[in-house]
């Protein structure tokens, strides 16, 4: 089944289901028939999107990845503390472990994840939108890299429960090269925003 969206004179291909076994009885014919009149007719679904909300949700991605930014930061500062509660002793070790960083970075690093792979796919689904294609160029590849990192990361925590070394280290050394990554991703983001401005200007 292909559902088709028309935004602007630009038809794009909004998803590709598969519907398989159809059947039998009314179910199975209503799909038939569904089917004969999608392929007559091209497509099933037409709307349109406001110029003005397709030109400035351009900005809501860059905002995202702000604010994902400090996010992330915050979570980094969580996961040092962490490492500072297994190596102290005594009374300052009882003091850290009343700031349940464990917790918190797993539920910061919850959120960070979840927004970043939103974000990564608004980002590109608004690109789409707004230009008709995607530029494939540094930002967009280090974006997808930034995303399998993160990714890779979390996959780690049922084997850092268990106590594996060799699973915190690798964390450390991805959420490093995710945070390094998202500082140069700031950059180059702010620096398309740049054009999008004189853009419109013009």
């Not at 559902?3 to 289901?17: D, E, M, N, T, Y």
């Not at 949700?57 to 995202?64: A, D, E, I, N, R």
């Not at 930014?69 to 500072?84: E, F, K, T």
């Amino acid at each position: 089944m292909l559902i088709f969206v028309k935004c602007s004179g630009l038809q794009l291909r909004f998803a590709s289901v598969c519907i398989g076994w159809y059947g039998s009885g009314r179910a199975g014919l209503f799909y038939f028939y569904f089917l004969l009149l999608l392929q007559y007719y091209g497509r099933v679904i037409m709307f349109e999107i406001p110029e003005s909300v397709k030109v400035w949700s351009q900005f809501g991605h860059p905002v995202l990845m702000w604010v994902l930014l400090g996010l992330s930061l915050y979570a980094l500062y969580l996961g040092v503390q962490i490492r500072r509660t297994r190596s102290a002793e005594g009374e300052a070790k009882k003091e850290l472990i009343k700031g349940k960083f464990n917790n918190r970075h797993y539920q910061m690093g919850s959120l960070v994840l979840a927004l970043m792979v939103l974000g990564s796919i608004g980002g590109m689904a608004i690109t789409y939108l707004n230009n008709g294609k995607l530029f494939v160029g540094p930002h967009l590849l280090a974006g997808l890299g930034m995303t399998g990192l993160i990714a890779t990361s979390a996959a780690l925590s049922p084997l850092m429960q268990k106590g594996q070394d060799w699973a915190r280290y690798t964390h450390i050394v991805l959420n490093l090269a995710i945070v390094g990554l998202f500082g140069w991703q700031a950059v180059t983001g702010m620096q398309i925003v740049q054009r999008i401005l004189e853009r419109m200007a013009g």
